[in-house]
């Protein structure tokens, strides 16, 4: 009984910080696909104002920015420098928009070597754009 | 008390093994899960996106060759009535019936019939799927720059046009410089005379009924061995899955416009009608667009 005292307390050492880990690891991962999923379907919204609304790159920009910071989703910290739009005026080709956002690594997990951070998710939507048929968007010519 | 002490021995290793086998599972079905969950988001993107590029090409098809069809159908100068085609020869030979504008007047019917066939030809068929399926393979783009959207597409429906050519004959007239007291003036003369007749000719485009609620129906596809499934799923032993379960999304979109069909419908006889159908268009100087519509009956999204 002598020589098992403490057994249990060094075998929670041991494995507390793998235990730390998954609970952190778990949330993590969740959200890095929630985001994902985020982003995947705002670069659609933002390729479909392009094709249906013909907005110009600006604009396209700025509606993004204000989906995911000021909607219910709460991006913080997306930048226009991280939304690239490709109108596709240009060749009559097809409009596309990228998104890539960084996401925050929990300290635990950026001790871990070779993980990535920041973490960056990026996320791309095309479609054939029709709408300079119409007349091109605003501050955008056909050179 | 230590009998029962000694039973006991090993139980929070035991408990502790169990509790990180299980999140260590949980946590690899998560991202499994996730991942089938984004992929699938982004394959119904594809599809949309797919479908949406189909229905575009036929509606820029439509308003290239509508503009087309409205110049065969002026009376007189083309096909407006095509028993009676004449350009007037501008060499005022007296008495002398000279076909050579007739030639020119065929050369230019045809020359728009040509162009016409052409963009049928192209947008109606290769040129749609081709880009549809680039940009449903498009649809992701990993680090590396590789292509990982969709594998590839289905179409459900033709990506014809829905336009078919109208069929008769057409008389072109040749034309005789006469003496009047006025001056010299010109009469037309039936190709019979001189002139060209032309049996059974093509003439002008007509629409197939209801051809403007054809829809495009799409569905893509991501396989198995997908690139974006390498190493996917995470865990095989754990769950006795082997591979991601194959994916697949439809969607539907057409073309649409809010002014009229811009084509006449079957069976007409003269041109004219296809100049009537496309004038509104000019007026107002609008086309065809498209739009992504359900799917309908039988199918979810």
């Known amino acids: 009984m002598v020589k098992e005292k403490g057994q249990a307390l060094i075998e929670t050492l041991f494995v507390l910080p793998l235990l730390t880990l998954f609970l952190i690891a778990i949330p993590f991962f969740a959200r890095i696909f929630i985001t994902w999923i985020i982003l995947t379907q705002t670069a659609r919204h933002g390729v479909f104002l392009i094709v249906y609304a013909n907005y110009n790159e600006n604009q396209v920009k700025e509606e993004i920015i204000n989906y995911l910071s000021k909607e219910k989703y709460m991006l913080p910290g997306i930048k226009k420098e991280n939304i690239t739009v490709d109108l596709g005026i240009r060749f009559h080709g097809p409009a596309w928009v990228k998104i890539d956002y960084e996401l925050k690594v929990p300290r635990l997990l950026r001790r871990i070597p070779g993980f990535p951070n920041p973490f960056t998710l990026s996320a791309r939507s095309e479609c054939y754009n029709d709408s300079w048929y119409f007349g091109f968007p605003d501050n955008q010519s056909q050179s | ?301």
């Open chain 2, 1 to 301: 008390m230590n009998k029962k002490i000694k039973d006991e021995k090993g139980q929070i290793v035991v408990f502790v093994a169990l509790s990180i086998l299980s999140l260590a599972m949980f946590w690899l079905m998560l991202i499994n899960i996730g991942k089938m969950v984004k992929d699938r988001i982004m394959l119904q993107n594809a599809a949309d996106c797919a479908a949406q590029t189909a229905a575009c090409i036929r509606a820029r098809a439509l308003n290239m060759i509508g503009p087309l069809n409205a110049r065969l159908g002026i009376p007189g100068v083309t096909l407006g009535i095509p028993e009676f085609v004449w350009w007037i020869c501008p060499e005022q030979l007296l008495g002398i019936p000279c076909d050579c504008m007739a030639k020119m007047a065929k050369i230019f019917v045809d020359g728009i019939i040509e162009a016409q066939e052409e963009i049928n030809k192209t947008y109606g068929g290769g040129w749609a799927y081709i880009q549809a399926m680039a940009v449903a393979r498009r649809q992701e783009i990993n680090r590396k720059g590789q292509v990982c959207g969709a594998d590839r597409i289905f179409p459900l429906d033709s990506f014809s046009l829905k336009l078919h050519r109208n069929k008769g004959d057409i008389w072109y007239w040749g034309t005789i410089w006469v003496l009047t007291p006025k001056g010299i003036a010109p009469l037309p003369v039936p190709p019979q005379m001189k002139g060209i007749l032309v049996r059974n000719g093509k003439r002008w485009y007509e629409q197939d009924n209801d051809f403007h609620k054809k829809k495009l129906r799409i569905v893509a596809h991501k396989d198995s061995n997908s690139l974006s499934n390498r190493g996917y799923p995470l865990g095989k032993g754990f769950f006795g899955i082997k591979k991601m379960p194959r994916i697949s999304a439809i969607a539907a979109a057409r073309p649409y416009n809010a002014i009229g069909p811009m084509f006449p419908k079957k069976e007409q006889k003269f041109g004219l009608a296809a100049t009537e159908e496309f004038l509104p268009f000019f007026l107002k100087q609008e086309g065809w667009d498209a739009q992504l519509v359900p799917v309908g009956k039988g199918y979810q999204h």
